[in-house]
């Protein structure tokens, strides 16, 4: 595949603003229930085999503000690694511009919070961590294959 591939229609306003207001929601559900209700991604490749969710909050880089995502993620000894894909766009998302302006982050899995330090995956380390995010959640391929950038890869180690 490559960018040219990507479907048009996910790149509409309209979707953005569907994929914004569904994690706003996710993210409060999962909030409100510890993670009982949105903990678990089961759309396109999650459907078939669900990936577990977590909620990373970073701290707005021009607002100053907490923003919460939820993101999909793998646990890695101590360490929690996620994947800045935002679907294949072009640019990365908000949440992770902003865990590189400020690393001190806060993860909530289940009910229990965690405060980390966020960082970008180095070359090796993101070969390394590929395959088992891919065995996670396939369809971080695909979009790996819609974009012409590089999909950060983020590690986050407990504080």
């Known amino acids: 595949m490559d960018p040219a591939a990507r479907p048009d229609q996910l790149d509409s306003p309209i979707v953005a ?59 890695d000894g101590e360490r929690i690694v996620v ?5 294949g766009l072009a640019r990365n998302p908000a949440w992770y511009l902003n865990l590189v302006a400020e690393p001190q982050v806060t993860i909530q899995i289940g009910s229990r919070t965690a405060d980390y330090r966020a960082r970008t995956a180095g070359p090796e380390e993101r070969a390394a961590l590929w395959p088992r995010l891919t065995e996670l959640y396939a ?3 695909t979009y790996d294959a819609w974009t012409d950038r590089e999909i950060p890869v983020v590690i986050c180690e407990p504080r």
Not at 83 to 87: E, H, I, K
């Open 17 to 75: 603003r569907i994929i914004k207001l569904g994690s706003r929601f996710n993210a409060r559900l999962y909030a409100l229930t510890g993670g009982r209700l949105g903990g678990t991604w089961r759309i396109g490749a999650g459907l078939r085999k669900p990936v577990p969710v977590c909620l990373l909050t970073t701290v707005g880089r021009r607002s100053g503000q907490p923003r919460t995502a939820p993101l999909l993620y793998l646990r």
């Open 83 to 87: 994947v800045a894909s935002q679907g």
């Open 139 to 141: 369809d971080f391929d």
